[in-house]
Structures are given as C-alpha cells and as structure tokens.
C-alpha cells in the first residue's frame, strides 16, 4: 500500500505560484504513474497532470498546459506540481494520485493523496 502526503497548497493571488509536493511512504514508489487531479465544490474530480514512473513522459489538461508542471524525485519518494499563471477557475481541493496505469480517468487511480486546498483570488 501507498500512502500519499501532500502540502504546499493555500491562498495565492491570480497570476501567482504554488508548488504542491505528494510524499510517498513506501518503497514501490518509482513503480507507479504519479498524477494530480482537482475538485471544486459541486463538480466532479477532473485530470490535471501525470508522470510516468521514470518522469520520462508527462501529459496536460489543456486547461493547465503551460501554466503547470509535474515532476518527481524518486530518491526522494516525491511528486511534485509547480503551478504558475494561477487563475481563480484553478480553485479547487487538489489530490495527488498514484496508478500502475497509463491513464487520466480517476477510476484507474490505485491511490490517493487526502487533498490540500489551493484557492485563488481575483
């Protein structure tokens, strides 16, 4: 089993930055696809950014393609999205993922992070 930890989120004006980081506490971790998804209040959770297990290959959201970037640090057991150009449309509960999986749908995650709010103000 993964566990994902997340932090780096919170209040930020638009135009602004965040980086959000996913820990991962298990020894498997290079193993597994790394993605991150959002969820605002009243809409279902959608793809946002994914790595594969070596960070070779990475894949958008065209609402995020440009403004955002997945990487990861398998040495450190840790997936990263740097999120820049912040809009207030990006406001959301953002999840970090972990899934054996190629994929962007939610139902081929294997594991989730517990969330971390990020808002953004006009």
């Known amino acids: 089993q993964v566990q994902l930890v997340e932090s780096g989120g919170g209040l930020v004006q638009a135009g602004g930055s965040l980086r959000l980081s996913c820990a991962a506490s298990?020894?498997?971790?290079?193993?597994?696809?790394m993605g991150w998804f959002r969820q605002a209040p009243g809409k279902e959770r959608e793809f946002v950014a994914r790595i594969n297990w070596n960070g070779g290959n990475t894949y958008y959201a065209d609402s995020v393609a440009g403004r955002f970037t997945i990487s990861r640090d398998n040495a450190k057991n840790t997936a990263y999205l740097q999120m820049n150009k912040l809009k207030p449309e990006d406001t959301a509960v953002y999840y970090c993922?972990?899934?054996?999986?190629?994929?962007?749908?939610?139902?081929?995650?294997?594991?989730w992070g517990q969330g971390t709010q990020v808002t953004v103000s006009s």
């Open positions: 993922a972990a899934s054996k999986a190629w994929s962007t749908r939610a139902e081929y995650v294997d594991y």
């Open positions: 298990a020894g498997s971790f290079s193993t597994y696809g």
